[in-house]
């Protein structure tokens, strides 16, 4: 099997996702808005691409994030 075919095995009954640029594996059914909390991250702070796409606050409750995913989050960092 090639290596990136093992990169997107999972453990039984997760999906694995590429997020930030590393394997991540998560369990379905998964939106942004649940991944966000998951990962203890303030969603008023962050913008969301997924799949290519930016994501909407207001819809990152019904955004669904599967098996093969990409999803980068970038934080807000206040400063002068």
Known sequence: M????????APSGTVRIT?????YDLNPPMTI???L???DIDR???AVEHN????KRA???????GSG??????????GG
């Open 37 to 39: 909390a998951t990962l």
């Open 44 to 46: 008023r702070q962050v």
């Open 19 to 23: 997020l930030n640029g590393d394997p």
């Open 2 to 9: 090639s290596e990136s075919a093992l990169d997107r095995l």
């Open 33 to 35: 808005g649940r991944l």
């Open 69 to 78: 995913d990409t999803v980068e989050i970038v934080n807000f960092v206040g």
């Open 59 to 65: 819809t990152f409750d019904t955004a669904i994030v």
């Open 52 to 55: 290519l796409t930016i994501i």
